[in-house]
């Protein structure tokens, strides 16, 4: 029986945006979305023309006995196409990063092996056994900590996003990057991780006064340092030894990285070996050469650590399909805060003249990716979608326009601006800049890598 009042399709915005409760009704069914070229796109072109001979209750597969245990699951051969996208800088040995496909995933968790890296001289393959924590510098005892020893403290859990500053940089550019979503802002994802609170070691140490500052050190062959405020590093600072419930992978800082919720990538030294205290930031290539911002007003903007609010539609997104033609769709995407939790995220199809607010799934968590979703009917004709997020300190995510005259054309970390997906009469998403936009004036020059 059809309950008509489930059914309503109420529009709260224009150009067929649904209100969000839509999705307590039954029965309902979107539309498919499809990623152009891929196996499952050309899978549905040739059903579409051909009628299934098999029959649906008696598959192949019911007819012999299954596959054999196996000591660690892989993903099913056919998700083959849901991968990170490694983008070398072939200058520096080990130096680059790899894309996690953020359009292809759901939820709010990356899974372990698609979380995205960001390496300055390659992946160093540390035998546990051999890897030591030296704390040091304005401390009352200097202490050296093996992985042995940091397992047998308290641990605490806490999910949370690792985003990169030089994240969404082409978006500095021009012309918008034609590259998928994940392949252009997916140098963020977000995990469960699993340590033992800095402060515990960092009290053991015991601190002298005047450290104000913490410089962290990895055991890669680039030796990354970075300073990090003292007090930042005692409220929040985490040893991380487990990501996802499992040891961190080599690629993420096996077997100890220090994690730094909300703020930025470089901070969360991977692979830690050396915590020193010292009364002021030492000034590294991370914290001058990169990561600072030659503003409009001849100003740099230094240490801003602090990751701004940002969403993103991943799907549908660019280089997918709005399949079965007009009618409804699930808009789904992400968004993430270093200021705490997301309060709302709104939605456009109209290129930005009405936004409605989308569900934001729970929980809600401060510093971690939050999953929104919001129904739209497609009537059919060329759109533009946007998203844009609103965190708890009321900080709202800035149009590309507004971004741009705020930090100039010197800038290259810290993009964060409202992404716009263009729908066009056929359901082909791409890439656009706001047609409004009238402020940009060429390209940066990306020749620093990503940092
Ligand atoms: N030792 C060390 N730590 C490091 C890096 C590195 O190259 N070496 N890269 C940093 C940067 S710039 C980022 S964005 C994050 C990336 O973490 P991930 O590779 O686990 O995603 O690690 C940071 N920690
Ligand atoms: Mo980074």
């Known amino acids: 029986m059809k309950n008509s009042k489930n059914t ?4 709260v915005a224009g150009n067929g945006l649904l209100d969000r409760r839509l999705f307590l009704s039954t029965g309902l069914k979107f539309g498919t979305i499809t990623v152009l070229g891929s196996a499952s796109h050309q899978l549905l072109s040739k059903e579409a023309n051909k009628q299934s001979t098999i029959d649906p209750a008696d598959p192949p597969w019911m007819h012999t006995p299954g596959g054999p245990f196996s000591t660690y699951g892989k993903p099913s051969a056919h998700e083959r196409e ?11 040995p080990g130096n680059g990063v790899s894309w996690t496909p953020l359009h ?30 030296l704390v040091h510098g304005l401390v ?18 806490q999910i949370l996003f690792i985003e990169c500053g030089g994240n969404s940089n082409a978006g500095w550019n021009k012309q918008p990057s034609r590259a998928q979503a994940g392949y252009f802002h997916g140098l963020v994802s977000c995990s469960e991780w699993t340590g033992v609170p800095l402060s515990i070691i960092l ?38 030894l487990y990501q996802n419930g499992e040891r961190l992978r080599p690629e993420n800082g096996y077997p100890l990285r220090l994690i730094i919720p909300g703020w930025e990538g470089v901070l969360n030294v991977k692979w830690l070996r050396r915590l020193k205290a010292v009364s002021k930031p030492i000034m590294t290539r991370n914290e001058t050469a990169r990561y600072t911002e030659l503003q409009p007003s001849g100003k740099a ?28 769709y699930q808009i789904t995407g992400l968004a993430w805060s270093g200021r705490g939790k997301i309060k709302k995220v709104e939605v456009s199809t109209d290129n930005g003249n009405s936004w409605t607010e989308a569900q934001l799934q729970e929980p809600v968590l401060p510093m971690a990716f939050s999953r929104f979703r919001i129904p739209w009917r497609w009537d059919g004709n060329p759109s533009i979608l946007k998203s844009r997020a609103t965190d708890e300190s009321g900080y709202v995510q800035p149009e590309r326009d507004e971004l741009v005259a705020k930090r100039g054309r010197h800038g290259f970390f810290h993009y964060n601006a409202i992404v716009c997906w263009e729908v066009d009469e056929h359901g082909l998403l791409s890439h656009v800049y706001d047609k409004k936009n009238a402020l940009d004036t060429g390209n940066i020059s990306i020749d620093a890598g990503w940092d």
């Open 82 to 92: 849901v991968i990170r996208v490694p983008a070398p800088n072939s200058a520096v």
């Open 203 to 240: 009290a053991e140490a015991g601190l002298n006064k005047g450290a104000k500052w913490l410089i962290a050190e990895g055991a890669d062959a680039f030796a990354m340092n970075v300073s990090i405020p003292m007090e930042k590093a005692i409220k929040d600072g985490m040893l991380a």
């Open 104 to 133: 292809l995933l759901e939820g709010m968790i990356t899974p372990n092996g698609l979380h995205f890296e960001r390496h300055h001289n390659g992946v160093p393959q540390i035998d546990p056994n051999r890897h030591k924590l």
């Open 301 to 328: 903007r230094m240490f801003s650590f602090e990751i701004e609010a940002k969403s993103l539609i991943t799907s549908p997104s660019t280089g997918m399909l709005l399949a079965s033609g007009q009618g409804l």
């Open 140 to 157: 009352k005892k200097p202490l050296t900590y093996t992985i042995k020893s940091l397992l047998k403290y308290p641990m605490h859990s």
């Open 8 to 11: 309503k399709q109420i529009a």
